[in-house]
């Protein structure tokens, strides 16, 4: 389709500059420029590859959201179990061990060795 549109000399002149630049007619670069903008804003009119595209990324997008808000509850879940099991390890271990004020424990060997030069 052929289009009749009036534009400032020196905007002319840019585009013919940048479409020699990139090697393109200045109808080609005008026209990579309108799909580019249009893609840009969301609305490509019509161009399937890109809203083939989009639509998977969207998706991508959407499991892996649900992805992290599971690996999330997951996380919090694993800190609650480890927390649990640290007080049930605390718990047995003062349960085992004696405790240091007890009087069963043995003095070291430092300590007997002082003792026994003491007579």
Known sequence: MRFTITMDDELVQRIDDDAKKHGVSRAGWITTTSHQALQASGDDGGDAAASGELIT?????????????????????????????????????????PSPDDEQVRPGAVT??????KG
């Open 57 to 97: 990324l969207r998706a991508k997008s959407s499991y892996q959201d649900e992805l992290i808000k599971h690996l999330t509850e997951d996380r919090t879940w694993l800190q609650g179990e480890c927390c649990r099991l640290q007080q049930h390890n605390d718990v047995l271990m003062h349960r085992l061990l």
């Open 112 to 117: 007997r060795f002082k003792n026994w030069l």
